[in-house]
Nanobody, 123 residues
Framework: QVQLVESGGGLVQAGGSLRLSCTAS????????MGWFRQVPGKEREFLAG????????NYVNSVKGRFTISRDNAKNTVYLQMNSLKPDDTAVYYC????????????????WGQGTQVTVSS
């Protein structure tokens, strides 16, 4: 079992930055592709970014490309999401997840999920 805990969310003004962290426990995540998702009430969970097990390959949804960067430190069992140029539309609960399969852009590929962290961007 893998337990994932997100941190780093909060309130930020439009144009600002936040760095989310996702720390795993229970077992290493070094063999898992990892992803970040977000969800607003009444909408489906949205894929944002994914990173392969070794950090070489990354994938982003178009709406965050160039603004968000996913990275990982397997030695720390942690995945990050650097978010720059934040917009009010980025307001959501952000989740990290460990993939059990592919494609990593699909929520159905993920086996383990964190509890989420709230990000609120004010205008």
């Amino acid at each position: 079992q893998v337990q994932l805990v997100e941190s780093g969310g909060g309130l930020v003004q439009a144009g600002g930055s936040l760095r989310l962290s996702c720390t795993a426990s229970g077992r290493t995540i070094s063999t898992y592709a990892m992803g970040w998702f977000r969800q607003v009430p009444g909408k489906e969970r949205e894929f944002l970014a994914g990173i392969d097990w070794d950090g070489v390959s990354t994938n982003y949804v178009n709406s965050v490309k160039g603004r968000f960067t996913i990275s990982r430190d397997n030695a720390k069992n942690t995945v990050y999401l650097q978010m720059n140029s934040l917009k009010p539309d980025d307001t959501a609960v952000y989740y990290c997840a460990a993939a059990g399969g592919y494609p990593i852009s699909s929520a159905r590929s993920y086996k383990y999920w964190g509890q989420g962290t709230q990000v609120t961007v004010s205008s």
